[in-house]
């Protein structure tokens, strides 16, 4: 339950001049952002805001701080930690209107986007370049949220958590402050890791309105359009790759899926045979007796 206090509604005023409709004290919208999945009893904020840019975020961020209230980032509340809950009341600012992506740079295997870009909304928008998202909480989270609270999942063993997987961060701090927590470059050695500061921090240390997304480790072909696909089809009738070689060992082949009525082989980059290695399978492969000599 919240704290007894007094909420200046004179805070509503000069929100509801920034944002207009974009501000809401309705009951059902505060009592919604009032609860997540976790198991802690709900807190509801005074007044809900939906801003749709960095530059809005920082303008609430300044109003709110200016009367000593307090701000609570929101995404779309499927996390499992409580940080979402207006203990204290204040103003929840929900991002989920922040629904852009921003940039995609195939070449470079990143994507740049708003924090209320959903982790599918971000993979259905890439799925034509090949690349895909990897990490996967369960819940179709926000980016920013997935951020916010270092989320993992499923694919965590082999991609990594959010917290590998983010290059960079856009964030309006406490006092209104924007900051970039480094550049696109994937390698850096140069000052603070700051992108690693926020990851995880849960919105106490700022609020996350644009994320660089890695998506490097995820480019290895199509998906599968369906998983009966893949077990269906006879391995013996697959064509090799013709930039890989005339071999393609089943350790290797991630999966198989179908793309405009064609079937992908989706490999695994890290057992691909170098020329030697291959040469030597094929070897081998010459000299064993065949299944089928009696």
């Known amino acids: 339950m919240n704290k ?37 009893p709900y807190a509801l904020p005074d007044a809900v805001v939906y801003p749709h840019s960095t530059e809005e975020v920082r303008d609430v961020v300044t109003i709110c701080r200016r009367h000593g209230v307090p701000m ?10 409580g940080h979402v809950l207006a203990i204290e009341g204040g103003v929840t ?59 993992s999942g499923t694919n965590a063993v082999r991609y990594g958590t959010m917290r590998e997987n983010v ?15 480094a550049r696109r470059a994937k390698k850096s050695s140069a000052g603070y890791d700051l992108t690693r500061l926020f990851v995880g921090a849960e919105g106490t240390l700022g609020i996350i309105t644009e994320v660089t997304v890695d998506s490097e480790t995820a480019v290895l072909g199509a998906l599968a359009d369906s998983v009966q696909e893949v077990m269906d089809l006879d ?17 290797f082949i991630r999966g198989m899926g179908k793309r405009d009525n064609t079937f992908v082989i989706i490999l695994d980059i890290d ?10 399978v094929q070897a081998e492969q010459a000299e064993a007796p065949s299944e089928n000599t009696q």
């Open 167 to 181: 290059i960079s961060l856009t964030v309006v701090l406490a006092d209104g402050r924007i900051i970039k927590t």
């Open 271 to 280: 057992k691909v045979f170098s020329t030697d290695e291959l040469a030597l």
């Open 72 to 81: 609570i980032p929101f995404g779309v509340g499927p996390s499992l930690e």
């Open 235 to 251: 391995p013996d009738h697959i064509e090799p790759a013709p930039k890989i070689g005339t071999h393609l060992n089943t350790e």
């Open 4 to 40: 007894a206090r007094e909420f200046d509604q004179s805070v509503v005023t000069e929100l509801k001049a920034l944002l207009g409709e974009r501000v809401t004290t309705s009951a059902s919208v505060r009592e919604h952002h009032g609860k997540d999945e976790s198991y802690f």
């Open 93 to 151: 600012i929900d991002l989920s209107q922040m629904s852009s992506v921003l940039a995609v740079h195939e070449e470079d295997l990143d994507a740049v986007v708003q924090a209320g870009v959903t982790r599918k909304q971000l993979n259905e928008y890439i799925k034509h370049t090949g690349l895909f998202f990897p990490i996967d909480p369960g819940a179709d989270a926000t980016i920013g949220g997935m951020a916010s609270t270092r989320a």
